[in-house]
């Protein structure tokens, strides 16, 4: 049979919808099981090449004979190359799917689900979420009940939340009877459900159905979640009760609830509000422990206390030193823990700390709190474990074999996180400028361990005969790894437990907060990253480096009863960090404040 003409062929490419098999003749078929789904036309035929053949897996051996005649005439390398990869791919899927009808009825029972009543309601009621419209959801609600139409607690959910999120009292209304509702079809609520009607209690201004409805929650095995708890504390203590808002934070405690920022600001506000010195200063040591860092809003209650006339009479006026010194070494530093020491006028203000961590507005000095080496191995073991879990076991094993061999190091780079800022293709000689600089101010004067993805040393720039150089001198330096194929989405966990195993500086300037906060639950890696990370910022004369502060950034209490509060404004890096100082002692800035920049430049 004779080839198809170029013309021939563009035309027939033309229609790109249609599969390129579909030209070829319905006798094609007859034994070619994995193209059965095709629906072949009247077209010209495509004759194939018969390396084409080898697309088609051994088990399809009836398949590759009965094409073997049609193969051996295509010369248009185009069709050659897109049919290879077409019956490749469908081949692939044959080897899958042994059965395409088993596919095709999954499929058709989804489409089915979609179409159905049920699933057409759940998706205009996800659209009203989306937009807020309570109006319309109530409106698919009545006529699905109207239709008697089976509800799930998929739908219930998206009601109840947009109920709870009205401030109509209509809507509030509506919410409890599509929760009866709920309880009279048989349809078991979940913690989504419980959440959603305690915020409707809450709306109504009912803390106390709130916190019940918690309670009953926990009572049929349903988990609690922090949100679930929000309803009933916040209204207590909006409603300034104090013995109930507390009794909602011991049974968070009880569930196994850590409260953020936002939960203790509110139980701190409630005991300012109320005068109660002793709650007031548990809250600051809950805050100094799970938040470090408190927000603006935060920071004006907390000054808020320091200026209130009961602030002024709360505290001792003669303590045992020895308890509290006692105290500060038990504690690692930067707090005692003895209750509020002094009496008098708080003096309250907004300062900053100079580079070695005095402050600017009464002159004490902050303390890097010590970290306990077995909590520093405990998490070290952690991120090993993690690491096993969602990477290949042995490259893992692998790594920290080779890390056993080559290590410690002073310092580990993020090479990835370096090469790539500001740049917008892989920068080997910004990396460069970075090793040096660390090795220079390291005290062995070792080089740093430079970690990299295996990728970043195959193509694109690490072919460049200088970068070719410059990895080689690594390699032999012993100071390059790279992470194996397929680590592409937790590789951090190899540069991250490096410096934490050899308790090293960490050079990057990635924040790290997606992926361990969550991962790793603890309270540890922000003690640890404040003491070890290593940020960058470049300019035309190089790297400057912003090593971590000689003190801790987080709440302290002094031992002569003086307080000072990061806030959340400014890095230390661009802007000072804004601080709240309360001490009961004369004033003694000795300099106004001016910006202050922890940074290094390497030795030239």
Same mark, same amino acid.
């Given at each position: 049979?004779?080839?198809?003409?170029?013309?021939?062929?563009?035309?027939?490419?033309?229609k790109a919808?249609?599969?390129? @098999?579909?030209?070829?003749?319905?006798?094609?078929?007859r034994?070619?099981?994995?193209?059965?789904?095709?629906?072949?036309?009247?077209?010209?035929?495509?004759?194939?090449?018969?390396y084409?053949?080898?697309?088609?897996p051994s088990?399809?051996?009836?398949?590759?004979?009965?094409?073997?005649?049609f193969?051996?005439?295509?010369?248009h390398?185009?069709?050659?190359?897109?049919?290879?990869?077409?019956?490749?791919?469908?081949?692939a899927?044959a080897?899958?799917?042994?059965?395409?009808?088993?596919?095709?009825?999954t499929?058709?029972?989804?489409?089915?689900?979609?179409?159905?009543?049920?699933?057409?309601?759940?998706?205009?009621?996800?659209?009203?979420?989306?937009?807020?419209?309570?109006?319309?959801?109530?409106?698919?609600?009545?006529?699905?009940?109207?239709?008697?139409?089976?509800?799930?607690v998929?739908h219930?959910?998206?009601?109840?939340?947009?109920?709870?999120?009205?401030?109509?009292?209509?809507?509030?209304?509506?919410?409890?009877?599509?929760?009866?509702?709920?309880?009279?079809?048989?349809? @078991?609520?979940?913690?989504?459900?419980?959440?959603?009607?305690?915020?409707?209690? @809450?709306?109504?201004?009912?803390?106390d159905?709130a $916190?019940?409805?918690?309670?009953?929650?926990?009572?049929?095995?349903?988990?609690?979640?922090?949100r679930?708890?929000?309803?009933?504390?916040?209204?207590?203590?909006?409603?300034?009760?104090?013995?109930?808002?507390?009794?909602?934070?011991?049974?968070m405690?009880?569930? =196994?609830?850590?409260?953020?920022?936002?939960?203790?600001?509110?139980?701190?506000?409630?005991?300012v509000?109320?005068?109660?010195?002793?709650?007031?200063?548990?809250?600051?040591?809950?805050?100094?422990?799970?938040?470090?860092?408190?927000?603006?809003?935060?920071?004006?209650?907390?000054?808020?206390?320091?200026?209130?006339?009961v602030?002024?009479?709360?505290?001792?006026?003669?303590?045992?030193?020895?308890?509290?010194?006692?105290?500060?070494?038990?504690?690692?530093? =930067?707090?005692?823990?003895?209750?509020?020491?002094?009496?008098?006028?708080?003096?309250?203000?907004?300062t900053?700390m100079d580079?070695?961590?005095?402050?600017?507005?009464?002159?004490?000095?902050?303390?890097?709190i010590?970290?306990?080496?077995?909590e520093?191995?405990d998490?070290?073991?952690?991120?090993?474990?993690?690491?096993?879990?969602?990477?290949?076991?042995?490259?893992?094993t692998?790594?920290?074999?080779?890390?056993?061999?080559?290590?410690?190091?002073?310092?580990?780079?993020?090479?990835?996180?370096i090469?790539?800022?500001?740049?917008?293709?892989?920068?080997?000689?910004q990396?460069?400028?970075?090793?040096?600089?660390?090795?220079?101010m390291?005290?062995?004067?070792k080089?740093?361990?430079?970690?990299?993805?295996?990728?970043?040393l195959?193509?694109?720039?690490?072919d460049?005969?200088?970068?070719?150089?410059?990895?080689?001198?690594?390699r032999? @330096?012993?100071?390059?790894?790279?992470?194996?194929?397929?680590?592409?989405?937790?590789?951090?966990?190899?540069?991250?437990?490096?410096?934490?195993?050899?308790?090293?500086?960490?050079?990057?300037?990635?924040e790290m907060?997606?992926?361990?906060?969550?991962?790793?639950?603890?309270?540890f $890696?922000?003690?640890?990253?404040?003491?070890?990370?290593?940020?960058?910022?470049?300019?035309?004369?190089?790297?400057?480096?912003?090593?971590?502060?000689p003190?801790?950034?987080?709440?302290?209490?002094?031992e002569?009863?003086?307080?000072?509060?990061?806030?959340?404004?400014?890095?230390?890096?661009?802007?000072?960090?804004?601080?709240?100082?309360?001490?009961?002692?004369?004033?003694?800035?000795?300099?106004?404040?001016?910006?202050?920049?922890?940074?290094?430049?390497?030795?030239?």
């Open positions: 049979m004779r080839a198809s003409t170029p013309s021939r062929i563009i035309s027939t490419t033309r919808s249609m599969p390129l @098999a579909a030209s070829l003749p319905p006798s094609l078929f034994s070619c099981s994995l193209l059965s789904g095709f629906k072949p036309k009247t077209h010209s035929l495509l004759p194939l090449p018969c084409a053949l080898e697309c088609l088990h399809c051996l009836c398949t590759r004979l009965s094409l073997r005649p193969f051996e005439h295509l010369r390398q185009p069709l050659r190359l897109s049919l290879a990869a077409s019956l490749s791919t469908a081949a899927a080897a899958v799917s042994p059965n395409p009808g088993a596919a095709a009825s499929m058709s029972k989804k489409k089915a689900r979609r179409e159905s009543p049920e699933g057409l309601l759940r998706h205009q009621l996800g659209l009203c979420s989306q937009s807020g419209d309570l109006a319309r959801a109530l409106h698919l609600y009545d006529d699905a009940r109207a239709a008697a139409t089976s509800l799930s998929h219930f959910n998206i009601l109840l939340y947009l109920c709870s999120s009205s401030a109509d009292p209509v809507g509030l209304e509506r919410g409890f009877q599509i929760y009866r509702q709920m309880g009279l079809d048989g349809v @078991a609520p979940n913690e989504a459900t419980f959440t959603s009607v305690a915020r409707l209690a @809450a709306a109504k201004e009912d803390p159905l $916190f019940d409805l918690i309670k009953q929650m926990s009572s049929v095995g349903i988990p609690p979640k922090l679930s708890f929000g309803p009933a504390l916040f209204g207590f203590c909006k409603k300034g009760d104090v013995q109930k808002a507390h009794e909602v934070e011991a049974y405690a009880s569930s =196994g609830i850590e409260p953020d920022e936002a939960e203790l600001a509110a139980l701190l506000e409630l005991n509000r109320k005068g109660r010195g002793d709650g007031v200063y548990r809250l600051l040591h809950r805050m100094r422990v799970t938040v470090r860092r408190v927000s603006e809003l935060t920071a004006e209650i907390i000054e808020n206390w320091f200026r209130s006339e602030a002024e009479d709360v505290g001792l006026e003669k303590w045992d030193v020895r308890k509290v010194k006692e105290g500060v070494v038990k504690g690692g530093g =930067g707090w005692h823990g003895q209750g509020w020491l002094g009496r008098g006028r708080w003096n309250v203000g907004r900053e580079g070695s961590g005095v402050c600017r507005q009464c002159g004490e000095k902050l303390t890097c010590d970290i306990d080496p077995v520093t191995d998490f070290a073991n952690s991120l090993a474990k993690l690491a096993s879990q969602r990477e290949v076991r042995a490259d893992f692998g790594f920290k074999d080779w890390l056993d061999r080559h290590g410690p190091f002073d310092a580990v780079l993020d090479a990835a996180n090469g790539l800022n500001n740049q917008q293709v892989f920068s080997f000689f990396v460069n400028s970075v090793v040096n600089g660390m090795r220079q390291s005290p062995s004067k080089l740093p361990l430079i970690i990299l993805h295996s990728h970043r195959k193509c694109g720039p690490a460049k005969p200088n970068n070719k150089r410059l990895l080689e001198s690594w032999r @330096a012993g100071v390059l790894y790279a992470t194996p194929p397929g680590s592409n989405d937790d590789w951090y966990l190899y540069w991250l437990y490096a410096a934490v195993r050899c308790r090293s500086l960490l050079v990057t300037n990635d907060r997606d992926h361990l906060f969550e991962l790793l639950g603890t309270g $890696f922000p003690r640890w990253k404040e003491k070890h990370q290593v940020r960058l910022t470049f300019s035309k004369d190089g790297p400057t480096f912003h090593m971590p502060p003190y801790s950034v987080v709440i302290q209490e002094s002569d009863g003086g307080w000072h509060i990061p806030t959340v404004l400014g890095d230390e890096i661009e802007t000072p960090r804004q601080w709240v100082c309360a001490t009961r002692k004369t004033a003694a800035a000795s300099s106004p404040p001016r910006q202050i920049r922890t940074t290094y430049k390497p030795i030239s």
